[in-house]
């Protein structure tokens, strides 16, 4: 990999071409700043000081032309009101003075000339005017206007030209700051053009600058990019322009290469989950054929190994029956040790049948009310609820979606597995309540019996698991691990709830219908109160009965002592034990 040349970066550069445009600028702008200064004050001497003083010396000359003629009227005619036009030139000859005197000082040959016109008219008032005045006055008009000579009018207009010479400078002067202000517009006009070519300069250079060495290393880079983007992960990405895209070219070979690493691990990854893919479908295709194999079992269990068993069963329950009593109690004790075994047995078969059975026949989901549920538990357990004096009531329950019979028998082992683990000196309650957990409705079954120690809260869910013996409480150990396929098959979890400080509680969920959860999360919205009341919307839990609903009974205390713990049969309510 060649080092790469330093060189400026797109910053440097576009700092450097801005300073330059800003310095031309700058210097355009005050460049034109002085120029238009001088520009007004040509424009304003031109306005404010020639051109006035060019109308005053004409009125100037139209005052002293006034008292001239003034003073010939007066010798030809003797009125003294032909005298008047030189009393008011004379006024006005000496304000125009007045008013001339300060604008023409900035023009010194121009304030000469005025001087000169102000001290030759002094001198024709006093050598002509005045005497042509007092002498006409006391000699009469004759007198008067044979002073009046060619001399006297030589004079006169010797002034005249002084006049004419002054105009004429005023008229030069003007002149000349018309052109001065022709000639600062002209620059300005230029300098105004100069900026307008250093800006247009100055973006044609930015267009082109960054057409090199932004778009097209930009357009490179993408090209390369897409290249990479189309599948050639091997293809390095090199950047050009400025250091900053080299950079970024750099950064985006480093996420090439990484990307390409990590499809290459991708790949064999795959591999190896196609290969392990494979091993599951054979697996998958063994375990189908082992179903296979136990469906056959079952059917062979649940035909053939029943028809000896039950012949078995029924021959040593006759022999039980025929010779009890006539032989020795030893026999007697071998002949109910077989007939038990052989009852035992059955059900061992009955129970395991019904526990494949699950989820394998099925009838589909339907919505299922848990109270009526609850109803045909009671029925079911009535016998068992009434010889144990136990009492079973629970809180309004939700409706589901499930098979009606399997929620049946999960809730009847649940029932029966709380009345069979009693205290024997306190009647059996047993409480089942609801509540709604987010999108799942939270079952507890909850009882005052033996309890289970936290250490076994997840032994008694496996099959045939039993924590006591068959003598202290009957049952073949697999009630509890229907319960949870039951549970796991409706898409829920069961557990012992190991906080309980008297008794047993079992909890399950099951999923709730959308419905259910629409109308909770409404609730819980438009919910003002206490937490405890919105709890009690959803469900008062078991632990906390107080403000829900009067429980149901669902048994009564009875008063024969031979009515049935339990029963048998795989139809009805099974044997649990923990």
Not at 109 to 126: I, N, P, T
Not at 206 to 211: F, K, N, P, Q
Not at 265 to 272: Q, Y
Not at 375 to 403: F, H, K, M, N
Request: aromatic share 6%.
């Amino acid at each position: 990999m060649t080092a790469r040349q330093p060189s400026w970066t797109l910053r440097r550069r576009v700092v450097t071409l801005l300073t330059v445009v800003g310095v031309l600028l700058g210097a355009s702008v005050a460049v034109e700043i002085a120029v238009a200064a001088k520009n007004r004050e040509h424009i304003h001497s031109m306005l404010d000081r020639t051109g006035p003083l060019r109308a005053q010396s004409q009125e100037l000359l139209n005052v002293l032309v006034d008292q001239e003629t003034a003073v010939r009227g007066y010798a030809v005619t003797g009125d003294r009101q032909d005298l008047e036009p030189y009393a008011e030139g004379v006024r006005r000859e000496q304000q125009l003075y007045q008013s001339m005197e300060p604008l023409i000082d900035v023009y010194p040959v121009l304030a000469g000339q005025l001087e000169s016109v102000k001290g030759e008219a002094a001198d024709w008032r006093r050598a002509v005017a005045e005497p042509v005045i007092s002498t006409t006055e006391r000699s009469g008009t004759t007198a008067g206007q044979a002073l009046i000579t060619e001399q006297t009018r030589q004079r006169f207009d010797v002034i005249r030209a002084s006049v004419a010479d002054l105009q004429q400078g005023i008229l030069d002067e003007r002149d000349k700051d018309a052109d001065d202000i022709y000639r600062t517009s002209t620059i300005l006009v230029v300098l105004l053009i100069a900026a307008a070519l250093v800006v247009v300069v100055a973006g044609a250079v930015l267009l082109i600058s960054l057409d090199r060495i932004v778009v097209r290393p930009l357009t490179g880079l993408a090209e390369q990019v897409r290249e990479v983007a189309e599948g050639d992960y091997q293809h390095r990405i090199a950047g050009s322009g400025p250091p900053e895209f080299q950079r970024l070219a750099d950064d985006v070979d480093a996420m090439r290469q990484k990307i390409a690493k990590d499809l290459a691990e991708v790949r064999e990854a795959r591999e190896s989950i196609e290969w392990v893919n494979s091993q599951l479908q054979k697996q998958a295709e063994e375990l189908v054929r082992s179903n296979r194999d136990l469906e056959q079992f079952a059917y062979v269990a649940s035909h053939d190994l029943q028809e000896p068993l039950r012949k078995v069963a029924s021959f040593c329950q006759l022999l039980q029956r025929r010779y009890a009593g006539q032989l020795d109690e030893r026999a007697d004790q071998y002949i109910a040790f077989a007939v038990d075994g052989a009852q035992r047995m059955q059900r061992l078969i009955n129970d395991l049948l019904a526990f494949s059975r699950i989820g394998r026949l099925t009838t589909g989901f339907t919505e299922v009310d848990l109270n009526r549920v609850m109803g045909d538990v009671a029925g079911q357990t009535e016998s068992a609820l009434q010889y144990a004096d136990a009492e079973l009531t629970w809180d309004e329950l939700p409706t589901i979606r499930g098979e009606e019979p399997l929620l049946t028998n999960l809730l009847a082992n649940l029932v029966s597995n709380s009345i069979k683990f009693r205290r024997s000196d306190v009647p059996p309650r047993v409480h089942v309540s609801a509540r709604l957990v987010d999108d799942e409705w939270e079952i507890s079954c909850r009882d005052n019996g033996i309890g289970i120690e936290p250490e076994f809260a997840d032994k008694i869910f496996v099959i045939f698991q039993r924590l006591h013996s068959k003598d202290a409480y009957p049952g073949t150990g697999i009630g509890l691990a229907i319960v949870k396929k039951i549970v796991e098959y409706h898409g829920g979890r069961v557990w012992v709830d190991t906080d309980t400080t008297e008794g047993t509680a079992i909890r399950f969920t099951l999923p709730a219908l959308p419905e259910d959860v629409a109308v909770a999360r409404a609730a819980e919205q438009q919910a003002t109160g206490p937490v405890d009341e919105a709890a009690t919307a959803e469900g008062t839990p078991a632990e906390d009965p107080a403000g829900a609903e009067p429980p149901r009974q669902g048994g009564s205390p009875a008063e024969g002592p031979d009515a049935a713990p339990h029963s048998d049969s795989t139809g009805g309510v099974k044997e649990t034990v923990t």
